[in-house]
């Protein structure tokens, strides 16, 4: 007896689309044959982890037949440490992602609907479809996000609204203005769920300082990750910061032991290491200009950026994608955002900043 396990599925799992990472290089190397490639699509730490994150993780490997500490005091007391917040207000992941999925396992149930803007990073609505729930998407704004797009979607059945500061893929950004006019006008019972994988980055006087909104508003929560300045992208560590009694709930939902020890133990060196961050925010402001005032040259639009990677419009994304490849130099096309115009290039070294540029030229010349 034949048995279709695709049909016994739950319907609203069957009909995802999966997300799609960025190229690995050793399947570019593999499929192509080409060599010496660079991955500029994943909004990687172009200058890897820190070195004392690397040793504590080396170190943590010792002790890898022991279960971590499922609590993870120290970790939290760390983050607790360097945010001055109570460790009370935080609940970690493993990565950002099983912190946004433990939001939407505890507070999203069948049918009911989520906010989130157009373009915004793809995996959050995956995550509230595969729960069941509805999403509602409000139109964006010169690609960014409308706020009050999105107070206007907010129905009766609305338990989130999302907000990716700044996004990805497009690396704008809602000011503090802006982010005081949305948590003013949301309804106290409704979560804004804001997602600040980039904000490391941010030089802008005018950016939100979301941390300090929690003291006045408990249905706010704030979701970072170790994947970007921290350059833990391959150990999965992220964390979230809420109200205590929202962390509660968090905590009661997230699985026994979810952050691995050697990711822990990176991300408390990590964290100890803030002249590793300088450089590489600062590596970041370098690059990002070398790459605008380049792809400006070549008389490509793109729109402008604080984060670590630039989207650019090359009219017709995957032919240039594809023949970047050729050159050994991975993109991200944004097909999936339905940006089919458009290409997001991680902001890398110099010499990997270069060589992209270079190849641009030639496969669009």
């Given amino acids: 007896m034949n048995v279709n396990f695709q049909v016994l599925a739950n319907q609203h ?11 690995p290089i050793k399947e570019l190397e593999r499929e192509l044959g080409v ?27 010792l002790q890898a037949h022991i279960y971590p500490d499922g609590a993870y005091y120290e970790l939290k007391q760390e983050l607790s440490d360097f945010l001055s917040i109570p460790q009370s207000c935080i609940t970690v992941g493993n990565g950002s992602e099983n912190i946004l999925e433990l939001i939407v396992k505890s507070y999203l149930a069948h049918g009911d609907t989520a906010v989130v803007s157009e373009y915004a990073f793809l995996t959050i609505p995956i995550l ?38 700044p996004n990805n893929p497009t ?20 979560l804004v769920v804001v997602d600040e994988a980039y904000h490391d980055y941010i030089d802008k006087d005018d950016y939100p300082d979301v941390q300090s909104y929690l003291t006045h508003y408990p249905n706010l929560i704030v979701t970072r990750t170790f994947s970007k ?7 999965r560590l992220g964390y979230a910061l809420s109200s205590p009694d929202i962390a509660n709930i ?20 990590a964290l100890k290491d803030q002249e590793h961050v300088a450089k590489t925010v600062a590596l970041n402001r370098l690059g990002l200009s070398m790459l605008t005032e380049g792809v ?32 050994g130099v991975i993109v991200r096309p944004l097909n999936a955002y339905k940006m089919p115009e458009f290409i997001r290039i991680t902001s890398g070294t110099e010499a990997e900043n270069i060589r992209f540029l270079d190849a641009l030229a030639k496969c669009i010349a």
Avoid: W
Avoid at 13 to 23: A, H, N, T
Avoid at 229 to 235: P, R
Avoid at 256 to 266: D, H, L, Q
Avoid at 314 to 327: H, R, S
């Fill in 13 to 23: 799992v069957r009909q995802l689309v999966p997300y799609q990472p960025g190229k």
């Fill in 35 to 61: 060599s010496s490639s660079i991955k500029l699509a994943s909004n990687e730490n172009p200058l890897g982890a820190s070195p004392h994150a690397l040793l504590a993780a080396k170190e943590a490997l």
């Fill in 128 to 165: 509230v479809e595969s729960f069941g729930a509805l999403l509602n998407v409000a139109p964006a704004f010169f690609y960014g996000h409308d706020i009050e797009a999105m107070l206007n979607c907010i129905d009766k059945k609305t338990r989130i609204v999302f907000v990716v500061n």
């Fill in 171 to 190: 690396g704008t950004y809602n000011n503090d203005a802006q982010f005081r006019y949305l948590m003013e006008h949301v309804p106290s019972h409704i």
């Fill in 229 to 235: 300045v921290y350059g833990l992208a391959g150990l």
């Fill in 250 to 269: 968090l905590n009661r939902a997230r699985l026994p032991f979810n952050v691995n020890s050697i990711a822990a133990s990176a991300g408390i060196a």
């Fill in 296 to 327: 400006a040259n070549l008389g490509l639009s793109f729109i402008p950026s604080i984060a670590n990677f630039l989207t650019i419009n090359v009219k017709d994304a995957m032919p240039v994608y594809n023949k970047l490849l050729q050159e």
